[in-house]
């Protein structure tokens, strides 16, 4: 009978342990994983029907957004939440402007005797609470307005001034000034001061 030298069968029976080995720990890696994707919770994605929409600002001729025409400027600096800020030369005693700190582009704010006056916007973010905006057209104003803008000649452009109030308030009114047919800036607030055309002249 042929022998198997005694170190040869031990090197055979460590090779086959050792494959035993690796073959049971690879198994045990891939059982692991296997548990660990299953385990796994689903990544929640954020419900965007949940996350309030950023708040749009509308003009009328009362205000925009918080500010409302004649509040002091104590009172609309509390509503900006301190967000107003009066130019050191500004004279608030008579007609001014006064900043507001991250305004939407295009509005500015003119004070007379110490409160709000009007607010002018000159840039196509803002709208009216009836929808109008700079670059709408003279047709849509009277549409929005149920016909009843008050036409006159522009001072300096080919266009017109279209006032807008309410026939029971005539105090307040917006107006928009036009240019080829379209709106190329608006104001609203108090009579006088929202019929200047030179800013506070």
């Known amino acids: 009978m042929h022998r198997v030298p005694c170190t040869a069968m031990i090197r055979t029976t460590l090779l086959l342990t050792s494959a035993a080995l690796l073959a049971s720990c690879a198994a045990g890696r891939d059982r692991a994983a296997d548990s660990d994707t299953a385990a796994a919770p689903p990544v ?15 003009m009328s001729e009362h205000g925009i957004g918080p500010l409302r025409i004649g509040m002091s400027l104590a009172e609309a600096s509390a509503a ?7 130019p050191p030369n500004a004279d608030t005693a008579a007609c001014d402007y006064v900043e507001w700190r991250g305004a939407p582009a295009g509005v500015t704010l003119m004070v007379d005797a110490g409160r709000l006056a009007r607010v002018d916007v ?3 973010g803002v709208r009216t609470a009836n929808g109008i905006g700079v670059g709408d057209s003279e047709e849509a104003v009277q549409r929005a307005y149920g016909g009843r803008a008050v036409v006159s000649p522009h001072k300096y452009e080919d266009g017109y001034y279209l006032a807008v109030a309410d026939p029971t308030d005539t105090l307040f009114a917006l107006v928009f000034e036009t240019s080829g047919g379209k709106v190329t800036r608006y104001r609203g ?6 019929e200047y055309v030179e800013g506070c002249s």
Do not use: F, K, N
């Not at 994605?45 to 600002?57: F, H, M, V």
């Not at 607030?189 to 929202?194: A, E, F, I, K, N």
């Open 44 to 58: 929640a994605q954020p419900d965007r029907s949940s996350i309030p929409a950023e708040p749009t600002l509308t």
């Open 80 to 86: 900006l939440g301190g967000a107003l800020i009066v």
């Open 122 to 124: 000159s840039l196509s």
């Open 189 to 194: 607030g108090r009579r006088p001061q929202v």
